[in-house]
């Protein structure tokens, strides 16, 4: 069983960066493929960005291109999302996951809030 607890999130104006981290502990963290997810009120689930074991090709949201970085520290089982360019529609609960692939996920963290103030 992987934990997951995420840290990082908060309050910031427009244009401003925050780092989210995700902390995993119970598993083999370095072979799992690991993504972030937003949910805004009202609105549904989307995928950010997800990262494989391998790191190869991270996948990115197109709403976030250009300006959101995932990355992941296996010696710290700790995967990263960082945010720059943030925008008042970035708001939102955000989650990490962990599965085998990078398109089927088992194990979710609890979620930290970021707020984007225009």
């Known amino acids: 069983q992987v934990q997951l607890v995420e840290s990082g999130g908060g309050l910031v104006q427009a244009g401003g960066s925050l780092r989210l981290s995700c902390a995993a502990s119970?598993?083999?963290?370095?072979?799992?493929?690991m993504g972030w997810f937003r949910q805004a009120p009202g609105k549904e689930r989307e995928s950010v960005a997800s990262i494989s074991w391998s790191v190869s090709s991270p996948y990115y949201a197109d709403s976030v291109k250009g300006r959101f970085t995932i990355s992941r520290d296996n010696a710290k089982n700790t995967v990263y999302l960082q945010m720059n360019s943030l925008k008042p529609e970035d708001t939102a609960v955000y989650y990490c996951?962990?599965?085998?692939?990078?398109?089927?996920?088992?194990?979710w963290g609890q979620g930290t809030q970021v707020t984007v103030s225009s």
């Open positions: 119970g598993g083999s963290f370095s072979n799992y493929a």
């Open positions: 996951a962990a599965g085998w692939v990078t398109t089927e996920y088992h194990y």
